[in-house]
């Protein structure tokens, strides 16, 4: 079974750019998250798609960062436009079943963001 | 608000030896869920271990097992035998049961590695 993949791994812009992160979550799993880590910082949550509806945007930092879930497969993350605090590592997980939180989340390699 | 503190940024231990890392949260929540995830140098992040809070018995898994005190809001990560392998970020994480807030609540961390 493919694990979570996200394109592109490393991404170096500069400020005033967009980049848009890309997610695709393991088969059949309807829970999508975004997280994003800030080096030396926590790993924060930005936001939660159940299939193709976010359940929970409440991470989000602000209106620059857009998630879209087509068709509830795939999730993109644009950032637009981005600026110095954005850069950091953001992570995509899923998971199965929406009704069971205590399931495992399954975290993707994570893309590397730096805006210079 | 919901907080995960691991209080050692970097460990080290010697291989087949035993290190224990450690882990408090605030919740005023009582159901709820704590996790253990590694992430290995330049790898994904994967599940070490799962604690269900209503569950008075210590989690285990393989070498890994958890000492989790609910009252004391505590749950420090044994790993026994330590092997190079087991050298990576290991965070400390938990979600709520249930409620609007379906995203995991992680620490910052803490950098172990096994020396020879």
């Known amino acids: 079974e493919a694990g979570v993949t996200q394109f592109p791994s490393h991404s170096v812009i500069e400020k005033g750019q967009t980049v848009t992160l890309r997610c695709d979550p393991i088969s059949g799993h309807d829970n999508l998250y975004w997280y994003r880590r800030v080096m030396g910082k926590e790993i924060k949550f930005l936001l939660h798609?159940?299939?193709?509806?976010?359940?929970?945007e409440s991470g989000m930092p602000n209106n620059r960062f857009l998630a879209e879930r087509t068709g509830g497969t795939y999730s993109t993350l644009k950032v637009q436009p981005a600026e110095l605090e954005d850069s950091g590592v953001y992570f995509c997980?899923?998971?199965?079943?929406?009704?069971?939180?205590?399931?495992?989340?399954?975290f993707g390699p994570g893309t590397r963001l730096t805006v210079l | 608000a919901q907080t995960v503190t691991q209080s050692q940024p970097e460990m080290s231990v010697q291989e087949a030896e035993t290190v224990t890392l450690s882990c408090t949260y605030d919740t005023s929540e009582s159901n709820y869920y704590l996790f253990w995830y590694k992430q290995p140098p330049s790898r994904q992040m994967i599940l070490v271990i799962r604690?269900?809070?209503?569950?008075?018995q210590n989690a285990t898994e393989n070498r890994f097992s958890v000492n989790f005190q609910k009252a004391a809001k505590s749950f420090s990560l044994k790993i026994s035998d330590s092997q190079l392998g087991d050298t990576a970020m290991y965070f400390c994480a938990f979600i709520h049961s249930w409620g609007s807030q379906g995203n995991l609540i992680f620490g910052k961390g803490t950098k172990l590695s096994v020396k020879p």
């Open positions: 798609f159940v299939k193709e509806s976010k359940q929970d």
């Open positions: 997980a899923s998971s199965q079943d929406p009704t069971r939180r205590g399931n495992e989340q399954f």
């Open positions: 604690q269900e809070a209503y569950k008075q």
